[in-house]
């Protein structure tokens, strides 16, 4: 157990030096660094997650009565956002990793990978917009337009995402757990 906390507390620690570096050597206001914190961001996330595994079965990740049918994600353009991911080849890279197959084990994997996506897109977004923050009070609203750009593209939307495309993996759960209730 001490082993596992002194790997996140590496990780922590890594990642506090590597955005500190960042921002000592990079323009804080341009996209380089916007783009570049948050795919360093993504990085540590990844590994961090992957040492912790985290349960991630908070009341959270419930979805709320406005979020069942979608319609105010599609309002947002949630649907849009999808189709460029599926343009761009994201699509393709994220099944590699948690394909889908018509079962209930598959959907559970998949479903709990929305999760892990969901909250590393929101710790990520929430450290950018401190960044941000510091941009706009230090300098001004025009120069934190990438940071906002980048934040908005790579952490909000695949928030939206996650929480427009979750109602419909419960629902398959849900299904599936009731053929194999029958089924037995």
Known sequence: MLVKW???LLIVGL?????SLMILYLDITSAAFSLGVNFAL?????????QLK????STYFNSQPFEKQGKWYKKLGVEGYRTILTKIGWEKMRQQQTPIKKDLRAFQVYERASRVAEVGHLVIGGIVLIITT???????IKDALWLILFNLVLNIYPILLQRYTRPRLQRMIKKFEVTELTSV
């Open 6 to 8: 002194m790997k996140m």
């Open 42 to 50: 993504m990085f540590w996330f990844t590994l961090f997650e992957s």
């Open 54 to 57: 985290p349960k991630l079965n």
């Open 134 to 140: 510091y941009v706009i009070l230090m300098y001004s």
């Open 15 to 19: 990642t506090v030096a590597t955005v």
